[in-house]
T-cell receptor
Framework: AQRVTQPEKLLSVFKGAPVELKCNYSYSGSPELFWYVQYSRQRLQLLLRHISRESIKGFTADLNKGETSFHLKKPFAQEEDSAMYYC?????????????FGKGTKLSVIP | DTGVSQNPRHKITKRGQNVTFRCDPISEHNRLYWYRQTLGQGPEFLTY????????KSRLLSDRFSAERPKGSFSTLEIQRTEQGDSAMYLC?????????FGPGTRLTVL
């Protein structure tokens, strides 16, 4: 069974401070990990995926298979980063690519 | 094509009534997914189509739920004999491979 845990429901940081949103997963096979973001009154959208190893809007995430983690980081938070962030996992090679989501972390950037 | 669309955006119904939601995926996407999201939770997988074939169903999808995707284009999700516990946001997503693009969702309220 697949499981994604986001331990923080709410994270508040000051503008310009570093941000780290935690994500831990449980899956015995090869996972593909994603971060999705939902801004106020907008749809869920992909922020980044570990396979592409991109940096989007200054955010990065590294897959640590030893610690089964995929934490999302940004060195300097901006007010426009305030949103709901979801970590998600899919099983590589399983066929359907269904996503298993964590419960989400609400990031609030204080001006 | 402006992305995945869902109709209606909001639905209020009385317990025991049937409701049907529609999802129009991005045109070249052959995969279509339905998820349900309740307050404080991340989206939970319900079912998956590849073209017109429904290939996977979650145990969350009771026999009161049925989904179709005729001709591999739009999809409908029907809930029969609605219960108050069905109140949730119903999300549709589509993909060509593994990156899913989400619609705005249909919020169902069962009175």
């Amino acid at each position: 069974a697949q499981r994604v845990t986001q331990p923080e429901k709410l994270l508040s940081v000051f503008k310009g401070a570093p941000v780290e949103l935690k994500c831990n997963y449980s899956y015995s096979g090869s996972p593909e990990l994603f971060w999705y973001v939902q801004y106020s009154r907008q749809r869920l959208q992909l922020l980044l995926r570990h396979i592409s190893r991109e940096s989007i809007k200054g955010f990065t995430a590294d897959l640590n298979k030893g610690e089964t983690s995929f934490h999302l980081k940004k060195p300097f938070a901006q007010e426009e980063d305030s949103a709901m962030y979801y970590c998600a996992l899919t099983a590589l090679g399983a066929g359907s690519y269904q996503l298993t989501f964590g419960k989400g972390t609400k990031l609030s950037v204080i001006p | 094509d402006t992305g995945v669309s869902q109709n209606p955006r909001h639905k209020i119904t009385k317990r025991g009534q049937n409701v049907t939601f529609r999802c129009d995926p991005i045109s070249e996407h052959n995969r279509l997914y339905w998820y349900r999201q309740t307050l404080g939770q991340g989206p939970e997988f319900l079912t998956y189509f590849q073209n017109e074939a429904q290939l996977e169903k979650s145990r969350l999808l009771s026999d009161r739920f049925s989904a179709e995707r005729p001709k591999g284009s739009f999809s409908t999700l029907e809930i029969q004999r609605t219960e108050q516990g069905d109140s949730a946001m119903y999300l549709c997503a589509s993909s060509y491979l593994d990156t899913q693009y989400f619609g705005p969702g249909t919020r169902l309220t069962v009175l």
